[in-house]
């Protein structure tokens, strides 16, 4: 090249320097230059306040040096772009890849550019484009992968490839747990550790972080057998922390390109490997796909039907009724599919489809308006009569849905009492707040909230209070065990307690038999429901067996319910050696005060306390401590000192039993359960509750 030549290169590069420096103004992008025979980055703005850049002083950096701020895993992919650029096979530079800053963070940048040739047609220099800002909201903030958003669109881009390779799915088990356990903190620190074993093993950009506990990775391999050594080896890194699933699909399907199959099918897989018992990896078999394939299909016949105003919807009801005396006090209506090609449709087949697809939103209103205007006419010869209609926490996020569903039970003309809403345990904690605002509106408004299938999602006590929920449906999953699981047969008696303590109502689902119902009605719970009453019958059936006392029907359920009088003596004797119990649920508060010193005693007891107590004056607090300690059954009094003594140093619940003599009824048995609180007047402080579980009258809180 002659000294001209270059002379007028240099010329030409001045100017666009000159240019870009007034452009850079304008722009919170870097603008750059690459000189490609110098091997010389100029950057405008001021990129060296993030990125360690002219650090050296001068104010380019060469290709090497600039290497010093990028991803090492990336750095194949862009030297591979650069050097057809340099050879002059390629005109435009675009690409996203990583930079790291200075405190150490990968950041994504986008980065565009384009080749000037000289006068010999040969690339000279590069112009071009930088943003770190650009693809921010295309990656996790916390792994800084890509995420949910930009795996999406890469698979609608067909970005992964066009067929072949597996693409997979991998959490970290019992994420939640950890979480608690050790503080989410610790669970980040899980998940950086992941996304790290997964960038080392598989090195590839095609990794995304798309939901908290959730990464999706594309695989090139050939076999199951090579994806399997892959999860293996993540499996091995983090072995000391955590146990990790995977749901795999292979890229081998048409339909993958449409919509997002890809990532439903792989949910659908993880889910199966959790299912499997965790710490697993599942592979997206034949039949799945035909599972999926006739989904789609279902799901095809239902978009018609919600155009034709629901055509083919039907709702079913299934009786709830009170413990103890078994008379009728509510339904809960549960949504039936008609189909024209499969026949009936039961909701596990189509409620999923209905809230993936959304349309849960207006075949939801039809449910309610139907089951209201149902709960109106039955009222006529049932004036108490309630209604139960289940909501997905997707329905719950429709806009306004607080007021629309006030508009749909004016409309239907009913008080709010006559309406229960249940919604599922599953609600994050994250969305507390937002779904209690909705409950405060209904509830203001009469509305009542049930706490659907508890005991099978994360929803422990202190949650439930933030709730403020009116009724607890206990899962059948824990009915069914009750008799023989003494797990289930606890957790349902301290669910139960806890709920009497804060008058919440109990629904025990699923029950089946008497021996379920025997083993229930000794824990008092209010409400019973199952096939044991009946299954979800059609509207007619309904009327006839319960609503309407004509029939025929109504009356061989009223004898339904004498046979299950006559076995309820036989439960008492075979479950409970008492013979009288009944339910008496009122739950009393005390606190007791202890000088040690002084050997005094204070008992304050709460209204509740007293009535049970049959206190029959105001007495004085040591009073009331003498008055009920006396009255401890003389062979139980050491039991019960210590079992005081243990919840004075053991600082956490103790639970007792004892037979009091009680004034009016004589002697009863007492379930009572305290712990030791902070002192109070240099005495120590015990609170607790004092429960009758047998007693002679039958009072129910309903
Ligand atoms: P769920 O709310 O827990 O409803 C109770 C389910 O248990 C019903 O199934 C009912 O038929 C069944 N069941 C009742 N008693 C017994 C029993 O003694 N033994 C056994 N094995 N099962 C019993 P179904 O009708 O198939 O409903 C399944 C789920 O579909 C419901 O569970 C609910 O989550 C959902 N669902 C039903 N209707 C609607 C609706 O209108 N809207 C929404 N969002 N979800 C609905
Ligand atoms: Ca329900
Ligand atoms: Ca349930």
Known sequence: MGFDEQMKKDTRIENYLHVLEILSQSTDDYLFLWDIDRDENWFFGAVDIEYALRDKGKPTNTTAEMEEIIYPADLDLLHEDLQEIAKGTKMI????YRWVNRQGEAVWISCRGKVI?????KPFVMIGRVSDTALRYLYNPLTRLYNKTKMLSDIQENMLVDE???????????????????????????????????????????????????????LDAETEQEVCTVYNSIQAILAEKCTISAGVVPNNNDMFKEKNYLYDCADQTLRKAKNNGKSTIAFFSETDLKQKISAMELLGEIQESVKNGCEGFYLCYQPQVKAGNYRLYAAEALLRYNSKTRGRVFPDAFIPLLEESKLIMPVGRWVLETALMQCRYWRESCPTFRISVNFSTIQLREKDIDQKVLEILEKADLPGNALTIEITESIQMQELQYFSNIFKVWRAAGIEISLDDFGTGYANMGYLKQLEVDEIKIDRMFVKGIREATYNYKLVNNIIDFAKMNTLRICCEGVEDVSELAVLEGLSPNLLQGYLFDKPCEKE??????????????QEHMDFVQELYQYKEKMRVIYFDAKDILRNTDVGLWLIRIHEKEQRFEMHADDTMER???????????ECYNFWHDRIKQDYVEYVHKNVNRMIEAGKVVQLQYPWIHPGLGEVIVRCSGRRVEDSDGMITLEGYHRIISDIEETSIL
Do not use: W
């Open 541 to 554: 059936d309904f009327e006839r067996f319960y609503i309407n006392k004509e029939s025929m029907e109504y």
């Open 612 to 622: 049970i107590m049959a206190v029959d004056k105001k007495y004085t607090p040591e």
């Open 93 to 96: 530079h675009n690409m996203n």
């Open 117 to 121: 040739l000289d006068a010999e047609g």
């Open 164 to 218: 072949g390779g597996y693409f997979m799915l991998v959490d970290v088990d019992d994420l939640g747990d950890i979480n608690l356990k050790h503080g989410r903190k610790y669970g980040d620190e899980i998940l950086k550790s992941l996304a790290k074993a997964l960038e080392e093993i598989v090195q590839s950009q095609k990794i995304y972080h798309i939901e908290h506990n959730c990464f999706a990775v594309y």
